[in-house]
């Protein structure tokens, strides 16, 4: 079963909204993923967190994993097209489109 979420202007109205979130894919551009992603980890109910942002500054990267570790929110990225579990989540691009997934089968579980 595919779920779409809706699209926030602010994180806070996104937590808000959706307090039981736990994981929180961040689509900004390289120039705004820092602060972007700093903001999100302020939240205590998001404990993932994707960043699917390229050419993200190492200072920041760096910046960005020891607030990480620090408060135990587990990160993926920067630099990535998401992940995915099959039969269970997908998250950011991985897969591609959703006929991909379908066509490919990458929604069954089973072995690699």
Known sequence: ?????????TTKEAVAKHP??????NFASFRSVHETSM????????????IIAEGVPEQQTRDIIKVAESKGVGLIGP???GGIKPGCIRIGNTGGMLDNIVMSRLYRPGSV
């Open 39 to 50: 903001e999100a980890m302020k939240y205590a109910n998001l404990k993932t967190l994707a």
């Open 1 to 9: 079963e595919e779920i779409l979420m809706p699209v926030y202007t």
């Open 20 to 25: 039981k979130t736990s994981v929180f894919v």
């Open 79 to 81: 630099a990535t097209v």
